[in-house]
């Protein structure tokens, strides 16, 4: 009988999902026709533009020696700048000019140009655009799109004097071939995909989620691997892997060292905690090594000083989190002998977060939101990868990365094994919950901020401790132990680390930093915050006319402080964090909506949310009042906020569901949800090739930056 039962069960469920499927066809073949047609119509006329702009030109080669200016030397290989200020090529002809291409003689990375148009009829007047580059590293990089508007067209180079500009002759006129891009439909079809599944009339949204569902595992699953293949594709993208070690050049005249985790490793393999690095004497015997003017005429004169390392009683230090190095390095330098790159326990990190954000989505539901919709859980996993910042840690997966991202991994599986760990049966899991805060533990090993996250136990378990009593109590004695334990075997090592290396238990070493000012006498006013945290939170992007359409943000200060390039806030980044906004119209707030939450439920959700976004504060606060201002430090607080985020979205989704009907006001979340998360996908993937950030891809890999740009030779 058991047998059979399962077996009807079994078809019962096949033929619901099947049912499921059709029902979500019908409703959504429509905009899925539509989409493909629109991306055969982009593919073919939109992206191919400069094809069909060009496809009835008449090519003319021009050699370089025949149209160069009075400060440009043609030579067998090109042409070099004798006189920057008159370093161009005048082309002019009968009919107004469309594409030119440069042939190069060698090859070449990036040519940057400018260039210049004279209106027919309007005089010697010449009209200068924006600075451009020219290459060899794709198909296109080496076409010049001048818009036909005139028939006398100058290329202004701005190389230095000296600079060899291989050009042997420019193609006017050319023909621009057509070009079937596959990763572009790629893209196209899964912003499609995105839009059909998490449109704001999509199915899923009144499909309440069962984890009793393959088909639900399924869509979670393929969610998971999505997000966990576009984080590769950006750590690939950004060729991090290759530019991120060794040593370099740093500010005044220092030395960077991108493989400190690996000396970090090295060191501890030998037993002692100082890097096996070269103490320059005039160094050693400053009064005030971590004066930086001073140490700028050390270094100018040529001594060996490296750039952000812990400076302490003659010794280097690394005074990034520990932890890293024992789960990622140390092993790797045991068994294999060489150096582990940065790059890579990055990458291995950030996959293990993703992993550890679809745990916490399905935690949060489980523990607050147990009616939750299929589409709601899917864009809370979203908006967890999305706008946790993550994105940018894989694009410079530098030894600055390491401890936020480990830390970012271990908070995500500590709060969600911590959720996991309350049974229905009011009892908790001691396994789990030591699970939890061993992980919660090791924050403070690795990016110290991020132990905050243990606070977030007091509105977690605060039934468990005074209404069931399963914690701190006789009967929860064990449970209790094993969420207490963990800290301490994490926090007494540490504490004792600290102490070997700087004498103090609690001294972590980041104040001794050799930086670009002195930590150990730098105060800054409460007022100089203010700015920092609107550029943390509010500030709006830089949205510009042509590729890469993201630029850099100016942000100006009070008094100084420490400032590095960035996009935007956190609410440019993930405008989805903006719902936080609309909080007081969510359930658990209203006192007299009772629908979808129970009134303790209620003070239980209100205290997780309000508590998360106090974290986010507080971090944002202490990194800009030691640190200033650095695109990597949203990520030290982005989790907590889109934690608050998700639980908005969920609360004001959940009355809608509850009732089983569809009400305007839930179209107007899913749409405002699923159109904020397209837009932070499409901002954090353009933000990668914006210039004069740090990790510029025009450097770093310009192969991959003509690659992607050579799709918009319509618009430059």
């Given at each position: 009988?058991?047998?059979?039962?399962?077996?009807?069960?079994f078809k019962?469920?096949?033929?619901?999902?099947?049912e499921?499927?059709?029902?979500f066809?019908?409703?959504?073949?429509?905009?899925?026709?539509?989409?493909?047609?629109?991306?055969?119509?982009?593919?073919?006329?939109i992206?191919n533009?400069?094809?069909?702009?060009?496809?009835?030109?008449?090519?003319?080669?021009?050699?370089?020696?025949?149209?160069?200016?009075?400060?440009?030397?043609?030579?067998?290989?090109?042409?070099?700048?004798k006189?920057?200020?008159?370093?161009f090529?005048e082309?002019?002809?009968?009919?107004?000019?469309?594409?030119i291409?440069?042939?190069?003689a060698?090859?070449?990375?990036a040519?940057?140009?400018?260039?210049?148009?004279?209106?027919?009829?309007?005089?010697?007047?010449?009209?200068?655009g924006?600075?451009?580059?020219?290459?060899?590293?794709?198909?296109?990089?080496?076409?010049?799109?001048?818009?036909?508007?005139?028939?006398?067209?100058?290329?202004?180079f701005?190389?230095p004097?000296?600079t060899?500009?291989?050009?042997?002759?420019?193609?006017?006129?050319?023909?621009?071939?057509?070009?079937?891009?596959?990763?572009?439909?790629?893209?196209?079809?899964?912003?499609?995909?995105?839009?059909v599944?998490?449109?704001?009339?999509?199915?899923?949204?009144?499909v309440?989620?069962?984890?009793?569902?393959?088909s639900?595992i399924?869509?979670?699953?393929?969610?998971?691997?999505?997000?966990?293949?576009?984080?590769?594709?950006t750590?690939?993208?950004?060729?991090?892997?290759?530019?991120?070690?060794?040593t370099?050049?740093?500010?005044?005249n220092?030395i960077?060292?991108?493989?400190?985790y690996?000396?970090?490793?090295?060191?501890?393999?030998?037993?002692?905690?100082?890097?096996?690095?070269?103490?320059?004497?005039?160094?050693?015997?400053?009064?005030?090594?971590?004066?930086?003017?001073?140490?700028?005429?050390?270094?100018?004169n040529?001594?060996?000083?490296?750039?952000?390392?812990?400076?302490?009683?003659?010794?280097?230090?690394?005074?990034?989190?520990?932890?890293?190095?024992?789960?990622?390095?140390?092993?790797?330098?045991?068994?294999?002998?060489?150096?582990?790159?940065?790059a890579?326990?990055?990458?291995?990190?950030?996959l293990?977060?993703?992993?550890?954000?679809?745990?916490?989505?399905?935690?949060?539901?489980?523990?607050?939101?147990?009616?939750?919709?299929?589409?709601?859980?899917?864009s809370?996993?979203?908006i967890?990868?999305?706008?946790?910042?993550?994105?940018?840690?894989?694009?410079?997966?530098?030894?600055?990365?390491?401890?936020?991202?480990?830390s970012?991994?271990?908070?995500?599986?500590?709060?969600?094994?911590?959720?996991?760990?309350?049974?229905?049966?009011?009892?908790?899991?001691?396994?789990?919950?030591?699970?939890?805060?061993?992980?919660?533990?090791?924050?403070?090993?690795?990016?110290?901020?991020?132990?905050?996250?243990?606070?977030?136990?007091?509105?977690?378990?605060w039934?468990?401790?005074?209404?069931?009593?399963?914690?701190?109590?006789?009967?929860?004695?064990?449970?209790?132990?094993?969420?207490?334990?963990?800290?301490?075997?994490?926090?007494?090592?540490?504490?004792?680390?600290?102490?070997?290396?700087?004498?103090?238990?609690?001294?972590?070493?980041?104040?001794?930093?050799?930086?670009?000012?002195?930590?150990?006498?730098?105060?800054?006013?409460l007022?100089?915050?203010?700015?920092?945290?609107?550029?943390?939170?509010?500030?709006?992007?830089?949205?510009?006319?042509?590729?890469?359409?993201?630029?850099?943000?100016?942000?100006?200060v009070?008094?100084?402080?420490?400032?590095?390039?960035?996009i935007?806030?956190l609410?440019?980044i993930?405008?989805?964090?903006?719902?936080?906004?609309?909080?007081?119209?969510?359930?658990i707030?209203?006192?007299s909506?009772?629908?979808?939450?129970?009134?303790?439920?209620?003070?239980?959700?209100?205290?997780?949310?309000i508590?998360?976004?106090?974290?986010?504060?507080v971090?944002?606060?202490?990194?800009?009042?030691?640190?200033?201002?650095?695109?990597?430090?949203?990520?030290?607080?982005?989790?907590?906020?889109?934690?608050s985020?998700?639980i908005?979205?969920?609360?004001?989704?959940?009355?809608?569901?509850?009732?089983?009907?569809?009400?305007?006001h839930?179209?107007?979340?899913?749409?405002?949800?699923?159109?904020?998360?397209?837009f932070?996908?499409?901002?954090?993937?353009?933000?990668?090739?914006?210039?004069?950030?740090y990790?510029?891809?025009?450097?770093?890999?310009?192969?991959?930056?003509?690659?992607?740009a050579?799709w918009?030779?319509?618009?430059?």
């Amino acid at each position: 009988m058991a047998s059979l039962s399962k077996k009807k069960i079994f078809k019962t469920s096949k033929a619901e999902s099947l049912e499921t499927v059709r029902a979500f066809w019908k409703t959504r073949k429509s905009i899925t026709i539509i989409g493909v047609l629109l991306i055969a119509i982009a593919e073919i006329f939109i992206f191919n533009m400069p094809y069909w702009q060009s496809i009835n030109a008449t090519p003319q080669t021009l050699n370089v020696a025949n149209i160069a200016s009075s400060g440009l030397k043609p030579t067998e290989k090109g042409l070099i700048v004798k006189d920057p200020s008159q370093a161009f090529v005048e082309i002019s002809e009968s009919t107004k000019i469309g594409y030119i291409k440069a042939n190069f003689a060698t090859k070449a990375t990036a040519v940057p140009y400018t260039t210049a148009i004279k209106y027919d009829g309007s005089g010697d007047q010449y009209y200068t655009g924006s600075l451009r580059n020219i290459s060899t590293t794709s198909k296109y990089s080496s076409y010049i799109n001048t818009g036909k508007t005139s028939s006398t067209v100058r290329i202004n180079f701005t190389s230095p004097e000296g600079t060899l500009i291989p050009i042997k002759n420019f193609t006017v006129n050319a023909k621009v071939p057509f070009s079937f891009n596959a990763p572009r439909i790629i893209l196209l079809l899964t912003l499609l995909t995105m839009i059909v599944f998490l449109g704001p009339s999509s199915e899923l949204y009144k499909v309440r989620f069962s984890l009793h569902k393959t088909s639900h595992i399924i869509a979670v699953s393929l969610t998971t691997l999505s997000m966990m293949t576009m984080i590769t594709f950006t750590w690939l993208l950004s060729s991090g892997r290759y530019y991120w070690i060794g040593t370099t050049g740093a500010p005044e005249n220092h030395i960077a060292n991108f493989d400190q985790y690996g000396y970090l490793a090295d060191a501890l393999l030998h037993g002692h905690t100082w890097l096996n690095l070269p103490v320059d004497a005039n160094l050693a015997s400053m009064p005030n090594p971590y004066d930086i003017a001073a140490r700028s005429i050390l270094s100018g004169n040529g001594s060996q000083i490296f750039f952000d390392h812990a400076f302490y009683n003659g010794h280097y230090y690394s005074y990034f989190g520990v932890i890293p190095a024992l789960l990622f390095f140390v092993p790797f330098q045991f068994i294999t002998g060489t150096v582990l790159h940065s790059a890579y326990a990055v990458i291995i990190a950030a996959l293990f977060t993703s992993l550890a954000f679809t745990a916490l989505a399905l935690s949060i539901t489980r523990n607050y939101f147990p009616k939750a919709s299929l589409g709601n859980l899917l864009s809370s996993i979203l908006i967890l990868n999305l706008g946790s910042n993550i994105l940018y840690q894989a694009f410079t997966p530098s030894f600055y990365c390491v401890p936020q991202v480990t830390s970012m991994m271990f908070t995500a599986a500590g709060l969600s094994l911590w959720m996991y760990a309350k049974k229905k049966d009011k009892t908790v899991s001691p396994t789990l919950i030591a699970a939890g805060s061993f992980c919660i533990a090791c924050n403070l090993g690795c990016r110290p901020q991020f132990i905050l996250s243990a606070l977030l136990a007091i509105p977690l378990f605060w039934d468990s401790v005074f209404i069931h009593r399963s914690l701190f109590s006789r009967k929860g004695i064990i449970a209790t132990i094993c969420s207490i334990i963990p800290f301490l075997i994490v926090f007494i090592p540490l504490g004792i680390y600290n102490w070997v290396r700087f004498d103090s238990f609690s001294n972590f070493g980041s104040n001794y930093n050799l930086t670009g000012f002195d930590m150990t006498n730098s105060v800054k006013p409460l007022t100089a915050l203010v700015p920092l945290l609107f550029y943390f939170f509010f500030q709006p992007g830089s949205i510009i006319g042509q590729f890469p359409f993201v630029g850099t943000t100016e942000t100006p200060v009070i008094t100084w402080s420490p400032m590095e390039p960035s996009i935007g806030g956190l609410a440019m980044i993930a405008p989805f964090t903006l719902i936080l906004l609309a909080m007081p119209w969510s359930s658990i707030w209203n006192k007299s909506t009772t629908v979808s939450f129970p009134l303790k439920e209620k003070r239980k959700v209100s205290s997780f949310t309000i508590l998360s976004i106090v974290l986010g504060i507080v971090i944002a606060v202490a990194d800009a009042r030691v640190a200033g201002f650095a695109w990597r430090y949203i990520s030290d607080f982005a989790w907590a906020i889109c934690i608050s985020t998700i639980i908005s979205i969920l609360c004001l989704a959940s009355d809608d569901l509850e009732n089983n009907q569809e009400k305007s006001h839930s179209r107007i979340l899913n749409l405002f949800v699923i159109t904020t998360i397209i837009f932070s996908l499409i901002y954090q993937f353009f933000s990668m090739f914006t210039s004069g950030r740090y990790g510029n891809m025009i450097e770093i890999s310009p192969s991959h930056y003509f690659y992607f740009a050579d799709w918009f030779l319509f618009l430059m």
